[in-house]
């Protein structure tokens, strides 16, 4: 069982920066694709970003590409998302998320996913 804890989320003025962390519980955490997840009122989730188990590879949805991105400390066992030029629309909750890596894991898909954490508000004012 793999326990996922977010933090950072708050409410930022349009154009602004806010980065979200993760905390993992589980010693295996470095076997783990991670990755973010949003939604907002009334919508779905939508991926937001993810990486790998080795930090090599990342992926956005043109969305966010450009202004987001992720990266993870496997000494620390946690994931970073930096999100700079920050936009009314992203305003969701974000959560964390963590699947067993493998060559046909799809980072997109949030059902690849076996662990999530509780989320963390992020509200951004124009």
């Known amino acids: 069982q793999v326990q996922l804890v977010e933090s950072g989320g708050g409410l930022v003025q349009a154009g602004g920066s806010l980065r979200l962390s993760c905390a993992a519980s589980?010693?295996?955490?470095?076997?783990?694709?991670m990755g973010w997840f949003r939604q907002a009122p009334g919508k779905e989730r939508e991926f937001v970003a993810a990486?790998?188990?080795?930090?090599?590879?990342?992926y956005f949805p043109d969305s966010v590409s450009g202004r987001f991105t992720i990266s993870r400390d496997n000494a620390e066992n946690t994931v970073y998302l930096q999100m700079n030029s920050l936009k009314p629309e992203d305003t969701a909750v974000y959560y964390c998320?963590?699947?067993?890596?493998?060559?046909?894991?799809?980072?997109?898909?949030?059902?690849?996913?076996?662990?999530w954490g509780q989320g963390t508000q992020v509200t951004v004012s124009s």
């Open positions: 589980t010693r295996t955490f470095s076997s783990y694709a």
């Open positions: 990486i790998t188990w080795s930090g090599g590879n990342t």
């Open positions: 998320a963590a699947g067993t890596d493998s060559g046909r894991f799809r980072y997109a898909v949030s059902y690849e996913y076996d662990y």
